[in-house]
């Protein structure tokens, strides 16, 4: 360290001599250095021993000395790299000089650290004192990897980055452990400081945060001070964390986040939100997971529905949310890649894709898409998953998961579902309809809410579920089975409305365009709703009929950018169109200028030119 230190007031004249010609690229120094024949670990006289630790032979030194005047040379002006520089020797006053300059104090390392913690891994407490109260934040991760990791992602050298992290951050830590996501207070457990820690715990550092490798704070803490300061302060936050948590479901709801996302379908988000809570609040078997199995025509919203699910319970919804397309499982032999192939198969390393991601995330919430389509023996994989919320991988490792949330859709029974869904609310309409001419009260309008009775799903919907996977015993591990219903007409205006909203966004963004509807054009678009399809169908009908006749009209050059622009429902259609076209099948969208000042409007002639009303079959 001594040797190295000496080197720096000579960082700045060995690369301008070295590389007089060059910018100030951070690759330089060590492409010199390899022209000079010092390339690769070892070479010059100098290396890594066997435990990770650095023999300092002096083509190393010099290396040192170049490869850290190189990146001087970059960013040494840079008031950021001045407060991580004094935030490593410790040098209160010129952080604070800084800070009063305006200088963030969450100032990042080009390498991924802050000045916070290089304070902290150097047990500069009054630095710490200074950033956190100038709001630095205690939580930020470090974006520093490994000494070669790091080094191949910013294309760099590894023993460039090797010195940069010894001379600008700390030499106590192994180069070739993960520090990302590490925060202080990681640093300052490492260290055993308990000074630091309560620092950090007081100036509200989050105690159950975890690095990448989902290891908090406490996880590294030895025996003493340090570990029963942590646990006592992880008890608390729990604590807090749980009451603040039921604070915010009560005041906003499940069943209000998830209709946000979705329209309709009351008694499906009802159901699953009422399994949930009974989980979050403690009142369920903690020894088997929570399995649904949801019901119902494509594109009603069973995906939507388990995407919502898994963005509520989990922060992260990438590591979060798992999602198997259960098509890909058809084959007997599927089952190895949900589970990893056995030893001596191709695959063996690699693991399944379901025992991977749920070792990673054991609480995750999953989804077997279209599970009517697997395979009967990945079925069988799946009773004791569901059962006792363990999977063995193809290694003999077993993954215990009876946290996870288990979320299957299917098809099966779609066409029963929906005709007994139609028949209940044209039921409930003509209920209404005649309470309504009986009673001098107000009109008030009908619940879109139909309820599924109990005899149709056990006369009907369950042979047919019994009929295709052909066990009880699956069956019977199902929690819930959730059925989604068919859109009303007045939840179709709700998608359409929606669906408008999306392109409209769109519209403005692209274009500068201010898009406007009629009332009447909702119920136009609401035509094409075909059951089978759910909203897709009016997204595409959308589409087909509205976004088409857009696209026309700015091809024509008939839409200036910044233009206003309103869409009309026509009825009768085009000229010489039969009298009978003015039901509302025959009703066709226009397209409305409207002129700056809202002086006045102009009806554009515009229509698609290969419309299948105006393609002829010869």
């Known amino acids: 360290m001594a040797v190295r230190a000496a080197l720096r007031p000579l960082r700045g004249a060995l690369v301008s001599r070295l590389l007089p010609e060059t910018g100030p690229g951070k690759r330089h120094g060590w492409a010199a250095l390899q022209a000079a024949g010092v390339a690769g670990r070892g070479g010059g006289g100098g290396g890594f021993t066997p435990r990770g630790r650095t023999r300092w032979g002096p083509a190393w030194v010099v290396a040192a000395g170049i490869a850290i005047g190189s990146i001087h040379a970059a960013s ?58 100038a709001g630095a934040n205690p939580d930020v991760g470090d974006d520093f990897v490994n000494v070669y990791s790091t080094a191949r992602s910013l294309g760099m050298h590894s023993l460039e980055v090797l010195v940069v992290r010894e001379d600008e951050f700390s030499d106590r830590l192994n180069t070739r452990a993960s520090f990302q996501g590490v925060t202080a207070l990681h640093y300052a457990t490492l260290i ?24 908090a704070a406490l996880d590294y803490a030895r025996e003493g001070d340090v570990k029963k300061m942590l646990s006592k302060h992880k008890v608390k936050s729990k604590e807090l964390k749980d009451s603040q948590d039921a604070a915010e479901r009560v005041r906003y709801p499940l069943e209000k986040r998830f209709t946000e996302y979705l329209v309709g379908q009351e008694g499906a988000i009802a159901t699953v939100a009422s399994a949930i809570r009974r989980k979050e609040n403690g009142w369920y078997d903690e020894e088997h997971p ?10 009603i919203g069973k995906t939507e529905l388990a995407k919502q699910i898994a963005k509520y319970m989990h922060k992260d919804l990438k590591k979060g949310f798992i999602r198997l397309d259960m098509s890909e499982f058809q084959g ?15 695959g063996y390393e690699e693991g399944g894709q379901l025992t991977s991601r749920l070792k990673k995330c054991p609480n995750a919430v999953v989804l077997f898409d279209e599970v009517d389509k697997a395979h009967p023996d990945v079925l069988t994989a799946m009773l004791q998953l569901f059962d006792e919320g363990r999977l063995t991988d193809g290694k003999g490792h077993t993954v215990a998961c009876p946290d996870a949330v288990f979320i299957m859709t299917s098809n099966l029974g779609n066409e029963e579902i929906a005709q007994h869904a139609l028949a209940l609310r044209r039921e409930a309409e003509q209920q209404a309809h005649v309470a309504q001419s009986n009673s001098s009260l107000e009109e008030t309008p009908a619940s879109n809410q139909v309820t599924i009775s109990r005899s149709f799903k056990d006369d009907v919907i369950r042979p047919i579920l019994k009929k295709h996977f052909g066990r009880d015993e699956f069956l019977g591990r199902i929690n819930e089975i959730v059925y989604f219903l068919p859109f009303s007409h007045a939840e179709l205006l709700q998608l359409v409305e929606r669906e408008l909203t999306v392109w409209a966004r769109k519209a403005h963004e692209r274009h500068g365009m201010d898009l406007q509807w009629e009332a009447e054009v909702l119920h136009v678009l609401a035509e094409g709703y075909n059951v089978h399809y759910g909203a897709r169908s009016i997204k595409h009908e959308v589409e087909r009929r509205l976004v088409s006749l857009l696209a026309t009209a700015f091809e024509r050059g008939l839409l200036p950018r910044g233009c206003a622009l309103r869409v009309r429902a ?15 099948a025959a009703r066709t969208l226009r397209l409305e200028l409207l002129e700056e000042g809202g002086e006045g409007t102009r009806l554009l002639d515009v229509h698609v030119p290969l419309e299948p009303e105006n393609v002829s079959c010869w």
């Open 76 to 133: 040494g002006g840079d008031r950021g790299e001045r407060l991580l520089r004094a935030a490593r020797t410790g040098d209160t006053v010129e952080v604070n000089r800084l800070l009063a300059e305006g200088v963030d104090p969450d100032s990042r390392h080009e390498l991924g650290w802050t000045a916070l913690m290089v304070a902290a891994i150097n047990c500069h407490h009054s630095v710490v004192e200074v950033l956190l109260a």
């Open 332 to 346: 007997k032999h599927e089952v190895s890649k949900l589970i990893g192939s056995p030893p001596g198969y191709v």
């Open 570 to 584: 026509a009825s009768g259609g085009r000229a010489g169109a039969a009298a009978a076209a003015t039901t509302a």
């Open 192 to 215: 055993d400081d308990a000074r630091m820690v309560k620092l950090l715990l007081d100036a509200g550092a989050d105690s159950t945060q975890v690095d990448v490798a989902g290891h």
């Open 290 to 299: 929570l399995v649904f199995l949801f019901l119902g025509s494509s594109g």
